[in-house]
């Protein structure tokens, strides 16, 4: 039996590499093979060709074709990959008219923010883009995009939660703080696409509250499809900081460099607006980090199941800055460190593919599958 696994492929993209991920996993099934269908945005872009609602239309018929060959269709869906959500602009359904067999869809993120207009225009478009008997089950990554999913009007939905990923080798913060001349810092780290969702500029406020011997590091740089300025104007932010000699943004990490980066880490800090999930915060329980963030129900969630999180108010300078101070000596931080290593020996990705391989045979059986593992 062959998967066709539509997603963005080998590109700066966190769903790039969490498919790369769960299909290497995957493959220690043998029942299923998994053939990858490079698609999106991104995707077209890298390879230089032209972009735009006519030819994506074309690019997307090559797509459906290829993926047609296999026995299910496995769509990893975010909605800038399929044009955003503007009306009429995103080509998911476009694409789902195009399948001729069983779709299953890995929803990423759900967006319903901005304005009441700009919410219920999201809404109404969200609302529509899976409505098609080709899509034999939704996944979620958590429960509150789940609860979104059926407040859309959407009922067969599951949850696959993300995994922690395994690293081979995990230094202590003395070593990576030793490679990267830092041993005399109290290191304070956000890891991710430096995106407006993350609320990044909280933190140069609650700088202004943190020890002198406090370094903020960014480690990320901006998306590739971010075309709102926000990653210009936080550098701006902090160059017109008294604290800048504080802040230090790396540009985008190669994978050595960001597992570098937060070894070194004291702790990390999350602040975001909103969110649907985050890989980003997994590669970081891996590393056995405290997390501070922002008090929202996906983080939550990742709260209540692994212990490793401090959650305060979100946009509250002084709440973040409280919290980074009172995790400063390294005996507050022990219980949260030993949850987070507890909590990454159980999520593993080859749990979470084996509860992939049972959503494939529920499928193909026709039958709703038993696997929800939040």
Same mark, same amino acid.
């Given at each position: ?38 698609? #999106? ?39 800038? =990959?399929?044009? #955003? *959500? ?8 476009? =694409? ?8 299953? +869809? ?17 809404? *109404?478009?969200?609302? #529509?883009? =899976? ?85 903020? +590091? ?53 602040? =975001? ?37 401090? *959650? ?36 593993? +990705? ?25």
């Amino acid at each position: 039996m062959e998967i066709a696994m539509v997603t963005s492929w080998q590109v700066k993209c966190g769903i790039a590499n969490y498919t790369a991920e769960l299909i290497s996993a995957l493959k220690q099934f043998h029942e299923f093979q998994i053939k990858v269908v490079p698609a #999106g945005i991104q995707v077209w872009s890298e390879q230089g060709r032209p972009l735009g609602w006519r030819n994506e239309r074309k690019y997307w018929l090559e797509v459906a074709e290829a993926a047609n060959e296999a026995n299910i269709v496995h769509i990893q869906f975010s909605p800038h =990959f399929f044009g #955003g *959500l503007k009306p009429f602009r995103n080509l998911m359904p476009f =694409f789902l008219r195009r399948i001729t067999k069983p779709a299953i +869809v890995t929803v990423h993120e759900v967006d319903i923010t901005g304005s009441p207009l700009l919410r219920l225009v999201k809404f *109404l478009v969200q609302r #529509g883009l =899976f409505r098609s008997e080709k899509v034999a089950h939704l996944v979620a990554l958590t429960n509150f995009t789940a609860e979104q999913l059926k407040g859309l009007g959407y009922d067969r939905v599951t949850v696959i939660p993300m995994w922690v990923p395994s690293l081979e080798r995990v230094l202590t913060a003395e070593e990576a703080k030793e490679q990267l001349n830092l041993l005399s810092k109290y290191v304070v780290t956000v890891f991710g696409f430096i995106v407006a969702r993350r609320g990044y500029e909280i933190l140069i406020e609650a700088l202004n509250f943190l020890p002198e011997d406090t370094l903020l +590091v960014f480690a990320g740089g901006p998306h590739p499809l971010d075309r709102t300025g926000y990653y210009m104007k936080l550098l701006a932010r902090i160059a017109e900081s008294p604290k800048s000699n504080q802040v230090h943004v790396t540009g985008y990490l190669a994978e050595e460099e960001v597992d570098l980066w937060l070894a070194a880490s004291d702790i990390v800090v999350a602040p =975001f607006r909103y969110l649907s999930g985050s890989a980003s915060l997994m590669r970081v329980l891996a590393h056995g980090k405290t997390i501070v963030a922002s008090h929202l129900p996906p983080l939550i969630e990742l709260a209540q199941q692994s212990g490793a999180l401090v *959650l305060v108010s979100p946009k509250d300078a002084m709440a973040f800055a409280e919290a980074i101070k009172n995790l400063k000596e390294p005996e507050e931080r022990v219980r949260y460190e030993q949850a987070a290593k507890e909590f990454a020996q159980r999520q593993t +990705v080859n749990h979470i593919a084996e509860a992939h391989i049972k959503l494939y045979k529920s499928v193909l059986q026709n039958k709703l599958p038993d696997i929800v593992l939040s």
